[in-house]
C-alpha cells in the first residue's frame, strides 16, 4: 500500500498523479495495472475513506478513483472532503452500485465520471481519458 | 428563429436608404424654393431693368420740351412736374435694383446715373416764377428765369449725350437679368428633374423592400408553420428547460398527451413529476437537472447516470382504471454563447417497448418451464403419469360442473368456491407430489383466485369468467402433458427392451403408491430444507377401491409432516434427536377390516397452539377453546378451515387438508384419529371397513 512509484512519465508531457481508493485489493491493482496512460503516475492507493483523506493530502494527487462502498468513511462523504480540499480534483467512481440516485449523488458533490462495475480494460482507460481531457 | 438577424439587417438597410433618399427630396424642394424665389426677384429685376432702358430718351425727350417751352415763353410747370416724376421714378427704380443686383452693368450704370444728379437736380429744383410780365417787351425770362433756361439746355445737352451709353448700360443688364433668369430656370428644371428621380428611386425602393419584407414574411410564416406541424406530430413530448428549470412557451402536443394536462408554460420541471414519482426519485431527479448546467456533465456521463430513463407511472385511464406506462426522459444541453442555454427535453411513452420486452423475459421463461415440464414428464413412470392425468380429467370435470351450477345466493357461490377450492387443492397435491411443477404451479395460481374471491364481500356469476379462463389453460396444458407422455411411452416401446429392464412394475397400482410418495418426500425435503426418511410397508395391500382416497390423504398427510412436523435439523439436534427425521406408513389389515398407520417423529401437536391457531382463524371463540380437553383440542385439526401454517406455500397453509382427509375418510366408512406426544411424535390411524362396497368419491 501507498506505493509511490518514480517518475517514469517522459519530461516533456505533463504528468497526472493518480490515487486509487477501492476497499478491495484485487480492485486496486486491476485499475492500477489496466490503465495504460503515460501520464498517469499512480502516487498511491487506499481502502478506505479515512486512509483516502491522509494520503491525498500527502501526495496532493490529480486524479482520484473512487469505489462508492467502503468502511469507516463511504466514497460519497471522502469525495466531499477531497473536492474540499482541492477543488480542482478530478474524480471517476468505480462502483458496483446501479442506482443512479447514488450516481447523481456522487456527481453532485463532485464526481467527474462514472464507471460501474464490473468494468473492462477498455471502459476504464475511456473514463480515465475523459477525466484527463 | 433563424430569420431575426436577416430581418434586423434588411430593417436597418431599408431605414437608412428611406432617410438618405428623403433627405435628397428635402434638398431638392428646398433648393428649388430658393431657386423660383431667386427667379421671382430676377424677373421683377428684368423688369425694372427694361423699364429703366426707356427713361434716359423720356429724360431727354422731357428735357426738349421743357426748353422748348421755356423758349416760347408757355407754360413749363406742367413740363417740370413730368420731368421730376421721371427722374424720383428713375431713381426709386435704380435703388430697388440695386437691391438685387451688384453686376458691373448695374454699377456702371449707377456711376452714370449719379452723374446726372448734379445736372439735373438744379433743373428739378427750380420753383420760382420763370417769366416777368412786361407790356412793353410782352413775357420775358427773369434772372432766375434765365438760369433755369441754362440749366435745362446744359441738361438737354446732358442726357441727350449720355443717352445712349445709360440705356446701353441698362440693356446690358437686362440682358444679363435675362441669362440669369434663363439659367435659373435650366438649373430649375434640373432640380425638379432630380426630385422626380429621387421619388421614383424612393417609390421603388419602397415597392422593393415591401416586395422583400413580404416574402421573409411569408417564409417565416412558413418556417413557423413547419414548425407547429413538427410540434404537433411528433411522438415525443418536447420541451426547453431555462436556468430556473421551468418549461418554456413552446413545447410538443405529445406533452400534452403524456402528462394529461397543458399548463406548461413556465411550469417548474418539479411540479411537473411531482405527483408522479415517489419523493426520493423526484430529488434525485432535481439534482441530476442542475449537474445538467454545471460544467462536468458530460452528454454521455450524463445519459448514463439519467434517474429518469425509465421512469414508471400510473395513470388513470378512461375506464377509471389505474395502469402503468414507462416514459423515457432523455435530456440535452444546448449551448449558447455563455454555456449552458437551455436544456432540450423529450419525453418518450415507451411502455410498448418494455411490456415487449416482458412478455420476451415471459416467453423466454415460460419455454424454460417448458423444457422443466419435460424433462419432469420424462422422470414420470408413464402408467404413474396417465393415472394422474386421467384422475385430474376427472377432477377437472368434476370443476366444470362445479362452475355450471346455477347459483344465486351469496351463500350458493360460496359453496361454489369452497367445491372449487377443494378439487384443485387436490390436483395441485397429486400434481406436486408426481413433481409435476408446471400443473402444479397453474392449479396453485388457480387457487390463488380463488382465494381472492372468497375475501369478496358480494360475488356474482360474472366474478367467476376469470376463473373460467384460467381453467382452459390448465386442461390445454395437461392436454400438452398428456401428449408429450404419449410420445415419450411411444418412444420407450420403440427402444430396445433392455433399455426399460428395471422399470417392470410388479403390484401395479399399489406399488405405484409408494413410489409416488418416495418421489412426493423426496421433493418435500429439498423443498422445505428438511431431512427426513421415509418408509412404507404393506401399502400394496390397499384393495384398488381405497387405493385413491388413501393417495390423497397420504400426500396430505406426508405435506403436513414435511411442513410442520418434522423440525429443521438443527432444532432436532439441539433436542437430542437424530438429525434425519422418520416417517413410517404402515397399512395391515385388522380384525374388523383394514387399519393405516401414518407416524412422524417431528414436534407433535401442541393442544395450546393448536386452540390459539383455531381462536385465530375464528374456527371456535376463545371461551370455547378454553373449555377444551386435550382430545378436543386435537380433533381441532379436522375442523375446515384450520391450519397453523401462517404463509400459504405449495404444500400448506391453506386451511385445507386434515378436514377433506377426515372427510374423505368418512367417506368410504372409515374412522380417523390422532395421538402425539409434543416434541416426540405425531400419529395418525385410519381405520377402514373390510367391505370393498364403498363409494369412491373424490375428496
Not at chain 2, 315 to 341: C, I, N
Not at chain 2, 413 to 423: A, M, N, S
Request: with cysteine; hydrophobic share 40%.
Amino acid at each position: 500500500m501507498n506505493a509511490v512509484n518514480g517518475n517514469t512519465g517522459n519530461g516533456a508531457r505533463r504528468t497526472y498523479k493518480l490515487m486509487i481508493v477501492d476497499d478491495s485489493n484485487i480492485m486496486r491493482r486491476r485499475i492500477e495495472r489496466s490503465q495504460n496512460f503515460e501520464e498517469l503516475e499512480v502516487v498511491g492507493t487506499a481502502s478506505n475513506g479515512v486512509e483516502a483523506l491522509e494520503l491525498f493530502k500527502k501526495m496532493d494527487p490529480d486524479l482520484v478513483t473512487m469505489d462508492l462502498t467502503m468502511p469507516q468513511m463511504d466514497g460519497i462523504e471522502c469525495i466531499e472532503n477531497l473536492v474540499k480540499l482541492k477543488p480542482a480534483v478530478r474524480i471517476l467512481v468505480i462502483s458496483a452500485l446501479a442506482d443512479k440516485a447514488t450516481a447523481v449523488e456522487a456527481m453532485e458533490k463532485g464526481a467527474n465520471g462514472f464507471l460501474n462495475k464490473p468494468f473492462t480494460d477498455r471502459q476504464l482507460n475511456e473514463a480515465i481519458a475523459e477525466l484527463i481531457r | 428563429m433563424n430569420f431575426s438577424g436577416a430581418d434586423r439587417k434588411r430593417q436597418l438597410v431599408t431605414v437608412g436608404v428611406g432617410t438618405v433618399l428623403m433627405l435628397v427630396m428635402a434638398g431638392v424642394l428646398i433648393a428649388g424654393f430658393r431657386l423660383a424665389t431667386q427667379m421671382n426677384a430676377n424677373v421683377a429685376a428684368l423688369q425694372t431693368a427694361s423699364a429703366l432702358q426707356t427713361y434716359p430718351n423720356t429724360l431727354v425727350a422731357q428735357l426738349t420740351s421743357l426748353r422748348d417751352r421755356l423758349e416760347t415763353r408757355a407754360y413749363s410747370g406742367q413740363a417740370l412736374a413730368d420731368l421730376r416724376a421721371t427722374v424720383e421714378k428713375f431713381d426709386r427704380e435704380m435703388k430697388q435694383l440695386g437691391e438685387f443686383s451688384h453686376s458691373p452693368q448695374f454699377e456702371q450704370a449707377q456711376a452714370l446715373w449719379q452723374q446726372y444728379s448734379p445736372v439735373l437736380d438744379p433743373v428739378i429744383d427750380f420753383t420760382d416764377q420763370p417769366y416777368v410780365d412786361s407790356d412793353e417787351e410782352g413775357s420775358t425770362l427773369s434772372p432766375e428765369g434765365r438760369t433755369h433756361y441754362a440749366d435745362v439746355k446744359r441738361a438737354q445737352l446732358f442726357t441727350q449725350e449720355n443717352s445712349e451709353p445709360l440705356q446701353a448700360l441698362l440693356a446690358g443688364l437686362s440682358t444679363q437679368l435675362q441669362t440669369e433668369a434663363s439659367t435659373g430656370a435650366n438649373r430649375l428644371r434640373v432640380l425638379l428633374s432630380a426630385g422626380v428621380l429621387a421619388a421614383l428611386v424612393l417609390a421603388a425602393a419602397a415597392a422593393w423592400f415591401q416586395l422583400t419584407r413580404g416574402r421573409s414574411e411569408r417564409l417565416a410564416r412558413e418556417a413557423q408553420e413547419q414548425t407547429r406541424d413538427i410540434l404537433r406530430t411528433v411522438k415525443e413530448g418536447f420541451f426547453l428547460l431555462d436556468a430556473d428549470y421551468k418549461i418554456g412557451s413552446v413545447w410538443s402536443d405529445a406533452l400534452t398527451r403524456l402528462f394529461g394536462r397543458s399548463d406548461f408554460a413556465g411550469l417548474a420541471f418539479e411540479e411537473l413529476l411531482k405527483d408522479l414519482v415517489p419523493p426520493a426519485t423526484l430529488a434525485t431527479a432535481m439534482k441530476y437537472i442542475k449537474l445538467l448546467w454545471g460544467e462536468r456533465a458530460h452528454e454521455n456521463l450524463m445519459k448514463s447516470i439519467n434517474p429518469l430513463g425509465q421512469l414508471e407511472i400510473h395513470v388513470e385511464t378512461a375506464s377509471g382504471a389505474r395502469e402503468a406506462r414507462y416514459l423515457q426522459f432523455d435530456f440535452h444541453r444546448v449551448m449558447g454563447p455563455k454555456g449552458v442555454k437551455h436544456v432540450l427535453v423529450s419525453v418518450g411513452d415507451i411502455t410498448s417497448s418494455v411490456l415487449l420486452a416482458k412478455e420476451l423475459q415471459e416467453s423466454q421463461e415460460n419455454a424454460n418451464q417448458q423444457v422443466d415440464m419435460m424433462l419432469g414428464v420424462m422422470h414420470i413412470d408413464p402408467v404413474q403419469l396417465m393415472s394422474f392425468l386421467d384422475s385430474t380429467e376427472t377432477g377437472l370435470q368434476l370443476v366444470n360442473a362445479i362452475l355450471k351450477e346455477p347459483a344465486r345466493t351469496d351463500a350458493e357461490f360460496r359453496k361454489k368456491l369452497d367445491g372449487l377450492f377443494r378439487e384443485l387443492h387436490s390436483i395441485k397435491g397429486e400434481a406436486s407430489a408426481l413433481n409435476l411443477m408446471s400443473v402444479a404451479h397453474r392449479t396453485h395460481a388457480l387457487e390463488d383466485m380463488v382465494t381472492e374471491l372468497k375475501k369478496r364481500p358480494e360475488l356474482s356469476g360474472n366474478d367467476f369468467l376469470p376463473l373460467v379462463l384460467k381453467l382452459d389453460d390448465l386442461l390445454a396444458h395437461l392436454r400438452s402433458v398428456r401428449e408429450l407422455a404419449t410420445r415419450l411411452s411411444n418412444l420407450r416401446e420403440s427402444a430396445p427392451t433392455e433399455a426399460r429392464g428395471g422399470r417392470s412394475s410388479g403390484k401395479g397400482g399399489t406399488d405405484e403408491l409408494s413410489r409416488t410418495l418416495q418421489s412426493l418426500a423426496e421433493r418435500l425435503a429439498k423443498d422445505h430444507n428438511k431431512k427426513f426418511r421415509l418408509s412404507v410397508s404393506g401399502l400394496a395391500d390397499i384393495p384398488r377401491a381405497y387405493v385413491p382416497t388413501l393417495k390423497d390423504v397420504l400426500i396430505q398427510m406426508l405435506r403436513n409432516s414435511a411442513v410442520h412436523g418434522i423440525e429443521p435439523a438443527e432444532v432436532r439436534r439441539a433436542n437430542t434427536k437424530s438429525d434425519v427425521g422418520e416417517v413410517r406408513i404402515e397399512f395391515r389389515k385388522s380384525a374388523d377390516g383394514f387399519e393405516l398407520m401414518f407416524e412422524d417423529d417431528g414436534a407433535g401437536l401442541l393442544p395450546e397452539q393448536l386452540k390459539a391457531a383455531a381462536v385465530r382463524k375464528q374456527i371456535v371463540t376463545p371461551e370455547e377453546a378454553a373449555a377444551m380437553d386435550t382430545r378436543a383440542a386435537m380433533a381441532l385439526i379436522f375442523r375446515p378451515g384450520f391450519s397453523t401454517q401462517e404463509q400459504v406455500s405449495m404444500d400448506a397453509g391453506r386451511g385445507v387438508g386434515m378436514d377433506v382427509v377426515a372427510k374423505s375418510v368418512y367417506a368410504i366408512g372409515g374412522k380417523i384419529g390422532v395421538t402425539t406426544n409434543p416434541g416426540k411424535f405425531t400419529r395418525f390411524k385410519v381405520s377402514l371397513p373390510a367391505s370393498e362396497e364403498t363409494s369412491t368419491a373424490v375428496a
